[in-house]
């Protein structure tokens, strides 16, 4: 399934965005999440992941304590909550996902593991 991502934008260093991740024709629940993002000139790279049905949470040593990742059933969208956004944070930001075939599933947050990609947000984080 692909799944298109939103809500970015420009902010200032210690602002916050909340990012959504929405799909059509699948329903998200039963799919293992995962938000990532590529900076300029860099590979890219996993910020959180969140399981199928259960929701468990994983989170990038990078983002942990500012990034809260959750889903919403009732709407079929997955967030990312970006709290004490830095400077550093600024990267065009994705969300992809892997089937659950109706188990939990946890993937975890290498890219190479999820697919396929849609188009991105960009997050500018200003300083």
């Known amino acids: 399934v692909q799944l298109q991502a939103s809500g970015g934008g420009l902010v200032q260093a210690g602002g916050s965005l909340r990012l959504s991740c929405t799909a059509s024709g699948a329903t998200l629940y039963y799919y293992a999440i995962g938000w990532f993002r590529q900076a300029p000139g860099k590979e890219r790279e996993g910020v959180s992941c969140i399981s199928s049905i259960s929701g468990s949470t994983y989170y990038a040593d990078s983002v942990k304590g500012r990034f809260t990742i959750s889903r919403d059933r009732a709407l079929n969208t997955v967030y990312l909550q970006m709290n004490s956004l830095k400077p550093e944070d600024t990267a065009v930001y994705y969300c992809?996902?892997?089937?659950?075939?109706?188990?939990?599933?946890?993937?975890?947050?290498?890219?190479?593991?999820?697919?396929?990609w849609g188009q991105g947000t960009l997050v500018t984080v200003s300083s």
């Open positions: 992809a996902a892997v089937p659950g075939w109706g188990d939990t599933v946890v993937v975890g947050l290498d890219p190479r593991d999820y697919g396929p």
